[in-house]
Each structure stands twice: as C-alpha cells, then as structure tokens.
C-alpha cells in the first residue's frame, strides 16, 4: 500500500502581541508511486498537462472567508536532490473553493520529501462570523484544520484509494505541558486515509484546558465567558444517548472552542467525529445566562456525525445535511427526556418560523441559495429550516401510511459515507410512490412543504399564522404546546 508520512512541529513565541503557536512545520514523505506524474513536461516543445497536479491545497474557500495559510520555505526534494516545481490554479474539488496545484518540472526518484512552514492567519479590518476551517491563533495555542493546513497528494473526488499514514507531533518547542489534539485522536496516529480523510481533520495545539469522559473530549485554551463544565455536563448524557439511537456506539467525539478576537462570534463547523465551536473575546458571563441556544449548537455539530448527503455540488445535499442534522439535534432530546415540549417549540419555532418561513429567500430553489448564501447570509439560514420542515413532514407522511422511518436511511450512513441524492430519491419512490418524489423535487425547487397533523408529535400543535416579508403579509407557521 501506498506509504504517506506526516509529522507536524509547532513553534512558539509572539504572533500579535500574544505569546501562542506562532508557526507550524509540516513535513510529509511520500512513496514515490504516491506522487501523479501525468503534469511534468517530458520535453521543451511538448504542452504542459494542468488537470493533475502531484498536490494540492485550496487556496481560498467559502466566499473568501478561508484562505490558505501564509507560507514559506515550501521545499520538495527526492533522492537525487531538490525537486523543482511550479503551482497553478486547477478545477476545483469543491464548489465553495479554488485549488491551487503543485506540479513538478522533472519526475521524481524514490520517495519524496515536501516540507514547507505555515502561519496563523492575520484577520482583516472588521472581520465577523464565518467557517471555522482557517488556521487560527489564540492566546496559548491555535485550531486548524487539514484543509487549510496540509499541501496533500492530488486526488479527484471520486477517487477513494486510501494511504497508509503515519500522522505525529513534534512538540519540544512549546511549553510543558502542551498538547496537540486531532478529530482522528491523540499521540501518534496509523490510519489509511484518502487526501479527503486527512483535509476533514481538525485539530488544537498548545497549552490547553480539557474535560473528557468516555471518549467525548472538550478543548479550549481561555476560560469561555460560559460555564463549559456545566454545558459538558448537559451534552454528555444527550451525546451517548444519540450514539445509541443512531447504533453507533463506540463513536468518539472532540470539540475545539475557539476564542474569536471579533463580534460577532457564535459559528461552528463540523468534521468527521469533530467540530470547532467560537465565542468572542468580547463577550460577557450575562450573554449566556440562557444557554438553550449555546447547548443546541454544541448539539447541532456533534449531530452531523450521523445524517450525511453527497454536497460536493453545494446545495444538492445541503438540504438533507443541515435539514435532517437539526430535525434530530431538536428531537432526540425531546424524546429522550432531556428537554421540555415548551423548549422544543421554542427551538422550531426559532429553527423554521423565523430563520426560514420568515425569510426573504424562502422560495428560491437549492441550487440559486448556493449561489449567493456566503454573499447574503440571510440565504444561508434557509437550506437549514426547508430540510428540517420537509424531513419532518416527511417522517410524519411515512408514520402515517406505515412505511419505512427516514431513520433507516440515516442508520446506513454517516458523515464519513454519506447517502447519495439518488439513494435518497429511490428510498421515497420505494415508500411514497411517485407523489412523494414530487414532494421533493418541490422542496428543492423553493415550495413550501405543507405540514402534516401532528407533525412533531402530540403535544406540539402546528399553528398556521402569517408574517410580513419585504412589507407584504404572507402565510407562516408557529407551533406551540397543545
């Protein structure tokens, strides 16, 4: 099997009058028959290949809200010395991103050694909330992730050929006691990965604080203005009882809390079995006398461990992964007995009421709110509330003719083999015939899904009311305790 060999080193000092993780060196070996050699030139007159690079990383993502972190002394050598290279932008492997490609101007010998150094990201003037993938300092370590930390071996998406990799840290620069922590684990890590594997990891290093129970890990390195050990201990019972639900019960989880120089703050991005959460250092102790909202977040990213679509074309599966993730991450606890039919109301009312059906953007199909969700955030709410009311309508649709639950779908999936958009087409003509898949070719094109009775149980009526969008009164949705 293919050999890739990664080992990261953390510096210390001052970035921005903080004494933190100041630099990262990542060094990777590969086996040769790693490396694409389909880009190099074989002579001066022949045309040089730009579809396939031997690496790649994303250079800017989400709307220009992630870049790739500063670099330098990017270096590739291989048994014969220094290997020369060039980059170049290549099609990209992911809508919300372009990619940059690493091409060698002469064919590599044996394996191959790239070293390079990456620095925390220097926010711009007035920054504000955004995706949680950039490679970020704080006072006293830093998060990151492996898409915008690690220069990996080129693979199209569909290629799923894995690596054996060897992933450790190096951590004698920094001060006793530090730690580095990955979604994949901690200590020196013997997994096989394929590029993707390795770029949805992520991680903290440095001198940190953590709680950790039964494989369920939390890690900050400032005193959040929330009480931590108090929402652990709500998300904790809610975590193990969700693993058992979704029969998935060794699964391990790791939450980064961030600490935002900005306001406001209050984002969360999921990994596989991971998810980075941020709070702003501006923020203060009475914000969160309520934390309803903070445990759904935490609960809304540990939850997309489980109901997963294919969204390489962002919005063909958006819907399903942020409809379903907080269709369950509302639910399980009202079924499980952790939360109240009064704060579950308040959460979908808060969920569908006022993020979608009071949304300028209610109607515009899947696809036009990928277009222009990073440049109106308003339209980013919308895939959330439209995939939680169409789930759940479904799921009452299916309950109401004795079909199949929509929870045995999600049981053969998850966030690291999610469902396709035809799997889920085929389930809905399996169970709801060709009425249902109307259903839900209406959905994504922008209709409202109507509501059936009892649609989130007994005790939670729905209420149809109406709101005022744009000056125009228009008909919405409450629901309330029956």
Same mark, same amino acid.
Request: hydrophobic share 35%; aromatic share 14%; charged share 25%.
């Given at each position: ?50 579809d396939a690079p031997a690496f790649c990383f994303p250079d800017l993502a989400f709307g220009g809200r992630c870049p790739f972190p500063e670099w330098d002394y990017l270096k590739l050598e291989d048994e014969q010395g220094? /290997? ?27 394996? /191959? ?24 300092a704080e006072p006293l370590g830093l998060t990151g992730t492996g898409l915008f930390s690690l220069i990996l071996p080129f693979q199209k998406p569909e290629d799923e050929t894995r690596f054996q990799t060897s992933l ?47 494989? /369920? ?19 904790? $019972? ?94 399980? $606890? ?48 919308? $895939? ?27 049981r053969q999936h998850n966030i690291k083999n999610p469902m396709t958009r035809q799997e889920w087409i085929a389930f809905i003509a399996d169970e709801l015939g060709e009425e249902g898949v109307r259903d839900f070719y ?41």
């Amino acid at each position: 099997m293919k050999q890739l060999t990664i080992r990261l080193t953390p510096g210390w000092g001052f970035f921005q009058l903080m004494e933190t993780v100041n630099s990262l060196d990542v060094d990777e070996w590969f086996s040769g028959e790693l490396i694409n050699m389909s880009g190099i030139k074989q002579d001066k007159e022949q045309e040089r290949e730009q579809d396939a690079p031997a690496f790649c990383f994303p250079d800017l993502a989400f709307g220009g809200r992630c870049p790739f972190p500063e670099w330098d002394y990017l270096k590739l050598e291989d048994e014969q010395g220094q /290997v020369p290279f060039h980059l170049a932008p290549i099609p990209t492997l992911d809508d919300n991103m372009t990619f940059q490609g690493v091409f060698l101007d002469r064919p590599a010998h044996g394996a /191959v050694h790239l070293s390079y150094r990456i620095f925390p990201r220097v926010l711009p003037e007035n920054y504000r909330r955004s995706p949680c993938f950039d490679f970020r300092a704080e006072p006293l370590g830093l998060t990151g992730t492996g898409l915008f930390s690690l220069i990996l071996p080129f693979q199209k998406p569909e290629d799923e050929t894995r690596f054996q990799t060897s992933l450790s840290w190096n951590l004698s620069a920094l001060p006793e006691g530090s730690r580095a922590i990955l979604s994949l684990g901690e200590g020196e890590i013997h997994q096989q990965f394929t590029r993707k594997d390795l770029a949805d990891t992520m991680f903290a290093v440095g001198k940190m604080q953590a709680i950790e129970e039964k494989n /369920v890990g939390f890690y900050y390195f400032s005193d959040p203005p929330f009480d931590i050990k108090q929402l652990a201990a709500k998300v904790l $019972p809610i975590y193990e009882y969700e693993k058992e639900y979704f029969r998935d019960p060794s699964a391990g989880f790791r939450v980064f809390i961030r600490r935002d120089p900005f306001t406001p703050s209050g984002a969360g991005s999921a990994c596989p079995y991971g998810f980075i959460t941020t709070y702003s250092c501006f923020d203060q102790p009475e914000q969160f006398a309520n934390t309803e909202e903070l445990l759904d977040l935490f609960l809304h990213e540990m939850t997309h461990t489980w109901p997963a679509m294919e969204d390489e074309a962002t919005g063909e599966g958006t819907w399903f992964c942020e409809g379903a993730t907080e269709y369950y991450c509302t639910m399980l $606890p009202y079924w499980g007995g952790f939360a109240s039919a009064e704060e579950t109301c308040r959460k979908i009312n808060r969920k569908i009421s006022e993020s979608y059906l009071e949304n300028p953007y209610r109607e515009m199909p899947a696809g036009e709110i990928a277009k222009i969700q990073w440049q109106d955030l308003r339209a980013q709410h919308v $895939p959330y509330g439209r995939g939680m009311l169409y789930i759940a309508c479904t799921e009452a649709k299916l309950r109401a003719q004795n079909k199949r639950s929509i929870l045995e779908l999600v049981r053969q999936h998850n966030i690291k083999n999610p469902m396709t958009r035809q799997e889920w087409i085929a389930f809905i003509a399996d169970e709801l015939g060709e009425e249902g898949v109307r259903d839900f070719y209406a959905m994504e094109a922008g209709k409202i899904p109507k509501p059936e009775p009892a649609l989130f149980g007994p005790e939670i009526q729905t209420v149809p009311t109406t709101c005022v969008i744009e000056e125009k009164e228009v008909p919405s949705l409450r629901w309330g305790r029956f």
